[in-house]
């Protein structure tokens, strides 16, 4: 009888890991596929959203245009460098050189995606994001939202990053994630306190208070929005 139960059993568990190798097949097929449609070159993700397509508040007029990293022209590489390292190299500090060195080879990148804010023929920002996995969640990852100095504090980065959740929702991806410098106080506080992000369990202070581990630190937060439960429970949550 014993034999039996045990049979009964290990044929119970042998069905329960089947199917869980199949749910998470069919998973990873999903999230690719996700990925894959995000991707087309038949999408231009901002064409999606006409509203955001003009951005007509507080004094200003401008416009905004989708590109992609491996059609950069040579103009506009120029001005994201240029742009990042004005806004960038006091909140990385020594870090700066390596940091700037990586943001070159990021910026063209077939996978890097592209929405540039222009003032009649003259850009004034932009901002760079993927779609992509975070502990086999699909997230539309910001890489990069830069405004010259001029066109901060005015309501624009709160409305790109509207668009840039609507992009999130539209594609089916279940968050919202960026890296922001601990230094970057007023970034950390626009978004914790306006756009409602929180700091995500991936984040390295989250991940070596998990682990009970002290005196280490890193430069950096990492945060998120989520749009679901499994999304919540694995990057808010976990």
């Not at 509203?51 to 007509?56: E, V």
């Not at 004005?86 to 870090?95: L, S, T």
């Amino acid at each position: 009888m014993e034999c039996e139960d045990e049979k009964v059993m290990a044929d119970t568990n042998s069905r329960s890991k089947k199917r869980t190798r199949t749910q998470i097949t069919q998973k990873k097929k999903r999230i690719e596929e996700l990925l894959r449609s995000a991707y087309s070159s038949a999408i231009d993700h901002l064409s999606e959203f006409p509203n955001f397509r003009h951005y007509n508040t507080n004094g200003l007029s401008l416009y905004l245009v989708s590109g992609r990293g491996n059609k950069l022209s040579s103009d506009l590489k120029n001005y994201i460098q240029n742009l990042l390292k004005v806004n960038m190299e006091g909140p990385f500090g020594e870090e700066w050189p390596a940091e700037e060195k990586l943001k070159r080879r990021e910026m063209s990148s077939p996978e890097a995606l592209y929405i540039f804010v222009y003032n009649k023929e003259s850009i004034i920002g932009f901002v760079h994001y993927r779609f992509t996995t975070e502990e086999d969640i699909p997230v539309l990852y910001v890489y990069e939202l830069q405004l010259e100095p001029a066109y901060q504090g005015k309501g624009l980065g709160k409305f790109l990053m509207q668009l840039v959740e609507l992009i999130a929702c539209k594609n089916g991806m279940d968050a919202v994630v960026l890296t922001v410098q601990k230094q970057n106080t007023s970034a950390i506080s626009f978004y914790l306190n306006r756009l409602r992000y929180n700091i995500s369990s991936i984040s390295p202070s989250k991940v070596y208070q998990q682990m009970g581990v002290t005196g280490q630190e890193e430069s950096y937060e990492i945060l998120c929005k989520t749009f679901d439960g499994e999304a919540k429970a694995v990057l808010e949550e976990s």
